[in-house]
C-alpha cells in the first residue's frame, strides 16, 4: 500500500476530550493515557493547550519528553503567547507539533472574536508562521469550518498552506455537518485550493448529531489523510468521532475505503478502559467495538450461527480489538446449540439426549426469572438436574410460604412422594425452619440436620441461591442441594434432595426396609 493509503490518526483525548465537562485529568493519569497511546501506536498526540494553565503546561511539557514513537502536539490560538508556550512545552519533543487555530465562520468571527474576515487571514498568516519558526510541524484549525464560506475558506487555506502549515484541518467544531455535505467540503477544497497538495487534510469532528464517525469517514474519500478522534468519543458537549470506531471501520471496510492505519488494534480495549477509569466516564454496554455486548451473542439463532460459522454474525474478530474471546451470553434467547456448546466448555457430560432436554427444559425456566444465566448457575442446575432425575422418591410439587412481621411463619408443601401427592403444612422459627418440618410431618426420616448454608451463586438479587442441607442418620451423612431464584424453595429442594439420597443408601444397604 503506499503512503497515500495511510490515514494518519491524531488522537486528542487529553485535549478536547480532557474539554468533556467532569473529565479533567491529574498530570499522572494524562501520562499514563499518553503511554497507552503510544502503545496503541497513534500518530499524533495532542496532550493539551499548554497556555490554558500552568499544570496543563507541565503536562504537555511532560509528555513531550517522555513519548518517543509518537508526534506530541500542543493546541495554541492564534496568538504569539500560546504559540510561545506551545513551543516551549515541546522544545524537549523527540517530534513535536504546534497545532494553532482561528475560526472563519461569519457567526464566529463576527461574535465571538468580532474581527474583520481580512483580520483573520492575516492573524492565521502571523500565527502559522510564529508557529513554524519554533516547530517544523504546523497544523492550522480553521475552526467551525463546516459553517465557512467556502470561497472564504480557500483562501485561508491557501495562506495558511503559503505561510507553512503542513496540516490543514476543517473541523466540523459544532456537529453540524452531514457526510455528503462534508465530503463535498474537501474535496472542493482540496481541488480548488492551488497549492493542497503540500499539505495533508484533516478532519475533527464533533457528534452533537451523532455522525462524528460517518462524516470523518466520508471525508477519506474525499482525500483527507488525517482524522483527530478520541478514545470512547469523549470531548466537548456530544464528544468527538472515538478513535475505536474509526480505525475499525477503517480495518474492516478496507475494501471500500482503500485506507489504512497503523494502529495496535489490539491495544484499543485496555486503552478504553483505562480512559473510562480514569475519567469516570462508563462505556455503555452497547458501545461498538469496545462495549460490553460488543462481541457478545445471546439469541439462539446467533448463537447457532456463530458456533457453525463465527463469520454468520461478526465481521471483526474481539482478539482484534483486545478481548479474550467473544461471548455467548445464557439467557432467555438461547437456544439448545449454545446451552450443549457451553455444557461441553463446563466439562459437563450428561448421559442422554433426554438428560440435555431436561437439563435444557430447567435452564429455560430459570432464565425466564433471570436475566443472564452464568456458568456457576448451569453446574447448579445441571447438578441438581442429575440428583433429582437419579431419585424421584421425593418430588416438590409446589409450595406456598407467609413470612409476617411479628407473626409465626407457616409453610404449605404439596409433595410428590413415591408417585403420590401429599399436601403437608408446619409453622416454624422462620420461613425454612416451617418448609423443613412441614416436610418431615409426613417423611418422619428420623435424620438430624448437621448443615444449613445458603450461597448467592452469581452476582446480583436475581441470581440464583444454592442451598446445602447436611443430613445424618444412622452414623450416615450426606449432602442434598438444590438451586432456584427463590431460596427458600432451594432449601426444599435440598432438603428433598438430601431425603432422596438417603433412602438411596438405604436401599442399597438394606434393600426391604427401603420399600418400607
Ligand atoms: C485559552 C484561555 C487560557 C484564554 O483565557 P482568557 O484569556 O481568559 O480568555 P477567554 O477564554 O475568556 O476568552 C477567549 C478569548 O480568546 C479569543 N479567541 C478565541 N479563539 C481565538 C483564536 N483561535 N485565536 C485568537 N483569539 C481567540 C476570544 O475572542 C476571546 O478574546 P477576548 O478576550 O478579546 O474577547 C482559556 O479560555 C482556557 O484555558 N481555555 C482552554 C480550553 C479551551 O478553551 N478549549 C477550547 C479549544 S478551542
Ligand atoms: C481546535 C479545533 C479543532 C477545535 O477543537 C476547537 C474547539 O474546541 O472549538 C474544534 O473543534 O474546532
Redesign the pocket.
Known amino acids: 500500500m503506499s503512503n497515500n493509503d495511510r490515514v494518519i490518526i491524531f488522537d486528542t483525548t487529553l485535549?478536547?476530550g480532557e474539554?468533556s465537562p467532569g473529565a479533567s485529568m491529574t498530570k499522572e493519569e494524562k501520562i499514563r493515557i499518553a503511554k497507552a497511546l503510544e502503545r496503541l501506536r497513534v500518530d499524533v498526540i495532542e496532550a493539551g493547550?499548554a497556555?490554558?494553565?500552568p499544570g496543563?503546561f507541565d503536562s504537555v511539557k511532560t509528555i513531550a519528553e517522555t513519548i518517543k514513537d509518537s508526534t506530541v502536539c500542543s493546541?495554541a490560538?492564534?496568538?504569539d503567547a500560546?504559540i510561545e508556550r506551545a513551543g516551549e512545552a515541546l522544545a524537549k519533543a523527540n517530534s513535536g507539533r504546534i497545532h494553532?487555530?482561528?475560526?472563519t465562520s461569519p457567526i464566529h468571527m463576527q461574535y465571538?472574536?468580532?474581527?474583520q474576515p481580512e483580520q483573520v487571514i492575516e492573524?492565521a498568516v502571523r500565527?502559522i508562521s510564529k508557529a513554524r519558526s519554533l516547530c517544523a510541524d504546523v497544523e492550522f484549525s480553521c475552526?467551525d469550518a463546516s459553517r465557512s464560506e467556502i470561497d472564504f475558506l480557500c483562501r485561508v487555506v491557501e495562506a495558511a498552506i503559503d505561510a507553512g502549515a503542513t496540516t490543514i484541518n476543517l473541523p466540523d467544531?459544532v456537529g453540524y455537518a452531514i457526510p455528503e455535505h462534508y465530503a463535498a467540503l474537501v474535496r472542493e477544497l482540496r481541488n480548488r485550493v492551488p497549492n493542497a497538495d503540500k499539505a495533508i487534510f484533516s478532519v475533527h469532528c464533533h457528534n452533537d448529531l451523532g455522525l462524528a464517525v460517518a462524516n470523518s469517514l466520508a471525508a477519506i474519500d474525499a482525500g483527507a489523510r488525517q482524522i483527530e478522534c478520541t478514545i470512547n468519543g469523549l470531548g466537548?458537549r456530544a464528544g468527538n468521532a472515538a478513535l475505536e470506531e474509526i480505525v475499525m471501520a477503517i480495518k474492516t471496510r478496507q475494501d471500500v475505503l482503500g485506507v489504512h492505519t497503523r494502529i495496535d488494534t489490539p491495544h484499543i480495549l485496555s486503552t478504553s478502559r483505562m480512559v473510562s477509569g480514569i475519567t469516570g466516564f462508563p462505556v455503555q454496554p452497547n458501545k461498538a467495538i469496545v462495549g460490553a455486548n460488543a462481541f457478545a451473542h445471546e439469541s439462539g439463532i446467533h448463537q447457532d450461527g456463530v458456533l457453525k460459522h463465527r463469520e454468520t454474525y461478526e465481521i471483526m474478530t474481539a482478539q482484534d480489538v483486545g478481548w479474550n474471546t467473544n461471548k455467548m451470553v445464557l439467557g432467555k434467547h438461547s437456544g439448545r446449540n449454545a446451552f450443549r456448546s457451553r455444557l461441553d466448555e463446563l466439562g459437563i457430560v450428561l448421559p442422554s439426549e433426554s438428560d440435555l432436554n431436561a437439563a435444557f427444559a430447567r435452564f429455560k425456566d430459570l432464565a425466564d426469572k433471570k436475566h443472564e444465566v452464568f456458568d456457576e448457575d448451569i453446574q447448579a442446575l445441571v447438578s441438581d438436574a442429575i440428583s433429582e432425575e437419579a431419585t424421584e422418591y421425593y418430588k416438590l410439587v409446589s409450595m406456598e410460604v407467609a413470612s409476617k412481621t411479628g407473626e409465626v411463619p407457616v409453610a404449605h408443601l404439596v409433595l410428590s412422594i413415591d408417585g403420590q401427592e401429599h399436601h403437608v403444612e408446619s409453622d416454624g422459627s422462620g420461613p425454612v425452619d416451617a418448609t423443613f418440618k412441614a416436610i418431615e410431618s409426613v417423611a418422619q426420616s428420623g435424620a438430624t440436620l448437621q448443615l444449613f448454608s445458603v450461597n448467592a451463586i452469581t452476582q446480583g438479587t436475581d441470581s440464583q441461591g444454592e442451598v446445602t442441607v447436611r443430613l445424618e442418620l444412622g452414623g450416615r451423612v450426606i449432602n442434598g442441594n438444590g438451586a432456584d431464584t427463590d431460596i427458600v424453595m432451594a432449601s426444599a429442594r435440598a432438603y428433598l434432595n438430601a431425603l432422596n439420597l438417603l433412602r438411596e443408601g438405604q436401599a442399597k444397604a438394606h434393600p426391604q426396609a427401603a420399600l418400607v
Open positions: 485535549r478536547d474539554q493547550f497556555i490554558a494553565s496543563d493546541l490560538r492564534a496568538i500560546d494553532t487555530f482561528i475560526a465571538k472574536l468580532r474581527m492573524q500565527a475552526e467544531t466537548e
